[in-house]
């Protein structure tokens, strides 16, 4: 559309107080905004629904677009209070409508309609106009034979698929297309000469099912195959292969057909089936109930071991409803909380007292989230964990809490004695010491090495090649490590004096966590060590400095190996919070005192556990922290003796 449209849509925002203006045209199922004036993004979910029932059929009412969910949210996101619509024109099969949206209140639509009246006329004329003068947009050429047959070899040739055309029998190849250049790695000229080159690129396992391709095809059916073959350099694709029979006079002519690349299609289908596969072992041995409700609430799926816990097979649940299997006290809480997942798209939790097999009671803690299909709710997948157990203990605890309540009072009086006596300027100083006889140590440990086997290899010529690589290797390997020292150094000194500046780019923080975590492939494995990860499907996009995001999840990721024995686990989970995501490492490791934990981020600091100092110079977790704040985050540590870390990141977009 040209500025004049806009132009008006401006003079239309000017006379009635509008922020927004659009005109959306219709044409059967199309819709497009043709021009608009202020912000709007044209692809945002609400405004498409909004756009939906303005063209649907003869038109949703005002007063109904305005009590809809897709109209509040669209509102609220953008501040609007006003809302009015008109379709001002017909044309060519054709509808135009006017949109308007206000932070203020319009006046009525009447008013509204005579204010813009003039304006309204304007738009019909240049519209009209436009439609009227498309029949003489596009002239017709006529083009020659030579000219349309050099345009089919063009054509063919330029797309890649490898089009081809044999005899009856197969046995020679009177037309193949140049993309078999491209798919196989042979010429045509070669292909026409030998049509074996073919047959020896398809994959030995697949040949037998190739062989039944070539019956079918003389059998004068048309077929279809999906096989893998290698091209002329070995390199492994997979192919669709079709094939059509021509016949006449009941006897085929010849054969026609294609052969398609599908190698990544055929990944992303195999990796689909995998993983379908491992969600079935998934649900298969979960320890949880996980069920499937359909639209009225009965069961249509639910795990073997979850039905087990009420002492059922999974079929004996199936088909039968909810509540029938729910204690009759629950009912009304219940229905309440169906009501609450019903008017929402997140995961609603509960809880609620299940009757077993038996009318014995067992407490299970749903998660709930509804599956909708067009908008429409038409079932409910859920989670429930089994806490019987866990209410037992919970009012064990709460028993507990009152004797705990005095003793805890004392406890936070004598620590907070206690924190009154220390010299904020001693305890500084008592920091930077050790800090400054840590890194002196870290320095002393590789220079020692250094000086040491170059002393050796200076004062004993003859030694043998074997020792000098071996003691070469050593020398080159501390210096390493007293560089990486060194480095760390001045990127602590140049984080803490604030002249380091970040260098902003959109970073995956999902890629970013698994090249982490690539780089402790030996150290896991040497530790049996099993890393748990949960990402949503959603990809997690940030404005951040990548490599000193790198640095920080390396530094968590590094104490999680460190600290954690044998056989433990470590947890990656992300989670998206609207504008901001946050990133929890998590390991089963010796954990941190709870005493400790407000100094773990502090300048200098240095913890000791269970008698197990953290090693390093006492600045990782600093510069963590540093970082973190550098990109306006937040950071906090959960800690337990012996039990395990958590660390919190949250970070904006």
């Avoid at 020896?200 to 073959?229: C, G, Q, W």
């Avoid at 639209?295 to 097979?313: H, W």
Wanted: neutral net charge; aromatic residues 8%.
């Amino acid at each position: 559309m040209s500025g004049v449209e806009e132009k008006l849509l401006k003079e239309i925002c000017s006379r009635t107080g509008g922020e927004v203006a659009f005109i959306l045209k219709k044409r059967g199922a199309e819709k497009v905004i043709l021009s608009f004036c202020g912000e709007l993004n044209r692809e945002e979910k609400s405004l498409l629904e909004i756009i939906k029932m303005i063209t649907s059929g003869k038109g949703a009412a005002l007063s109904e677009i305005k009590k809809s969910k897709p109209y509040k949210t669209f509102c609220a996101d953008h501040g609007y209070n006003s809302f009015y619509r008109e379709m001002f024109l017909e044309a060519e099969k054709a509808g135009y409508y006017l949109v308007l949206f206000s932070k203020n209140k319009l006046p009525d639509s009447k008013t509204v309609s005579g204010k813009i009246s003039a304006d309204l006329e304007s738009l019909r004329k240049i519209l009209s106009d436009k439609s009227a003068d498309k029949s003489t947009e596009f002239p017709h050429y006529q083009l020659s034979e030579e000219e349309v047959q050099q345009t089919i070899r063009e054509t063919i040739n330029s797309v890649n698929i490898v089009l081809y055309s044999t005899s009856a029998d197969g046995s020679e190849f009177n037309f193949i297309t140049e993309a078999v250049r491209t798919l196989f790695g042979y010429s045509p000229e070669e292909i026409y000469q030998n049509k074996y080159h073919l047959l020896r690129s398809v994959h030995p396992s697949d040949f037998t099912r190739f062989k039944h391709f070539i019956a079918k095809l003389r059998n004068k059916e048309d077929a279809v195959i999906e096989y893998r073959m290698r091209d002329r350099f070995v390199k492994e694709h997979w192919v669709r292969h079709s094939g059509i029979p021509l016949i006449k006079n009941n006897e085929i002519v010849r054969i026609v057909g294609v052969i398609q690349e599908i190698t990544e299609e055929k990944n992303i289908q195999l990796r689909l089936e995998k993983s379908e596969e491992r969600f079935r072992m998934l649900i298969d041995t979960a320890e949880d109930l996980i069920f499937v409700l359909d639209g009225f609430g009965y069961f249509s799926m639910v795990n073997k071991n979850g039905a087990a816990a009420l002492s059922y097979l999974p079929e004996e649940m199936l088909g039968r409803h909810f509540l029938e299997f729910i204690d009759k006290e629950d009912e009304s809480k219940i229905a309440e909380s169906f009501t609450k997942i019903l008017n929402s798209d997140g995961i609603t939790t509960f809880e609620t007292v299940f009757l077993d097999r038996f009318d014995k009671g067992v407490t299970f803690e749903i998660n709930a989230k509804p599956m909708l299909t067009n908008g429409e709710v038409t079932g409910m997948l859920s989670f429930g964990r089994n806490v019987t157990k866990r209410k037992i203990d919970e009012q064990k605890i709460k028993d507990l809490n009152s004797k705990l309540i005095e003793a805890s009072r004392i406890i936070s009086i004598e620590r907070e004695r206690a924190r009154n006596k220390i010299s904020v300027l001693e305890e500084v100083n008592k920091l930077k010491s050790e800090f400054i006889s840590n890194v002196s140590h870290e320095m002393r440990t590789p220079l020692a090495s250094i000086v040491g086997f170059a002393e050796t290899l200076v004062s004993d010529s003859d030694l043998p090649k074997e020792t000098l690589d071996e003691f070469c290797n050593i020398i080159l390997m501390e210096g390493k490590r007293l560089a990486k020292l060194i480095n760390d150094i001045l990127d602590f000194s140049k984080l803490e004096s604030g002249e380091e500046e970040l260098h902003k780019t959109s970073v995956s923080i999902r890629e970013l966590i698994e090249e982490v975590l690539k780089g402790f492939e030996d150290q896991i494995k040497e530790k049996h060590l099993v890393v748990s990860k949960e990402y949503p499907e959603v990809k997690f996009l940030i404005n951040a400095d990548r490599d000193r995001l790198f640095k920080a999840f390396w530094n968590l990721i590094s104490n999680a190996v460190k600290f954690t024995g044998e056989g433990g686990r470590i947890s990656v989970i992300l989670q998206d919070f609207g504008k901001e995501i946050e990133i929890a490492f998590t390991d089963t490791g010796i954990g941190i005192r709870e005493s400790d934990l407000p100094n773990l981020f502090q300048k200098f600091s240095k913890i000791e556990n269970s008698g197990a100092p953290i090693g390093g110079t006492g600045f990782g977790l600093v510069s963590v922290k540093q970082i973190v704040d550098l990109h306006k985050g937040f950071i906090k540590a959960r800690s337990q003796v012996n039990k395990g870390t958590t660390f919190i990141i949250r970070l904006p977009k």
